[in-house]
């Protein structure tokens, strides 16, 4: 694929959808590294259930941490793994008290030291909360960017390195978002809705057909 074919995808998906963010619910930096942990193997829809109710209880290092583990399972029972993900929610909120001030670091270093916390997570908070040129690639990214050949690579960090490289600079910042929201709503797994997706003429997936 070439430079002048991504530009003019990356400029549809920002016309349609010229301010993406993530659908988790979050209002703070804090907040969101919570939903990102909380959100591995599970659906934002069902981790914007418990924050909900979470949240609005506790929402600090300090709050959760008071709640202990099992408080803190109470809230997020519905969330799969919730268990070891509660553990490492206590335990990341002591570091963040104990180590950074109880603010969340904008350090790729810093952020993948926190338990729970991976590339991807840091790539999340480091892109959504802090503006950063990243690029957190998920089944959806990795996806989307294989078969429409925009940025093609054998595992998620290939995929990532592409995609910082070849995405045209003046999209970079939101091209994480636009790739997920393609990739979970159009670009499906399965059934890709080609028929109705919007740079169909542009992807070089070669065995498009109209799933709809």
Not at 110 to 138: I, S, Y
Not at 197 to 203: A, K, P, R, W, Y
Request: hydrophobic share 40%; glycine share 6%; charged share 25%.
């Amino acid at each position: 694929m070439n430079k002048q074919k991504r530009t003019e995808i990356f400029t549809r998906l920002r016309d349609a959808n010229p301010n993406p963010t993530t659908e988790l619910n979050y209002s703070t930096p804090f907040e969101l590294l919570i939903a990102v942990i909380l959100s591995a193997q599970a659906t934002d829809v069902g981790v914007n259930k418990a924050t909900d109710k979470l949240f609005p209880a506790a929402n600090t290092p300090e709050a959760i941490l008071a709640l202990g583990v099992d408080g803190l399972k109470e809230y997020i029972k519905t969330i799969g793994l919730f268990n070891s993900k509660a553990e490492n929610v206590i335990k990341t909120c002591r570091i963040l008290i104990e180590k950074h001030g109880s603010q969340v670091p904008e350090k790729r270093e810093e952020l993948e030291a926190l338990p729970g916390v991976g590339r991807k997570t840091a790539n999340v908070v480091l892109n959504t909360a802090f503006g950063h040129m990243a690029m957190a690639v998920d089944t959806h990214i990795f996806r989307v960017s294989n078969r429409t050949g925009i940025a093609p690579g054998k595992n998620v960090l290939e995929v990532e390195k592409r995609l910082l490289r070849l995405v045209p600079k003046e999209f970079l910042l939101d091209a994480h978002h636009w790739l997920i929201l393609h990739g979970r709503y159009t670009c499906t797994a399965r059934k890709p809705k080609c028929g109705a997706c919007m740079i169909e003429d542009l992807c070089e997936f070669k065995e498009k057909r109209d799933y709809l």
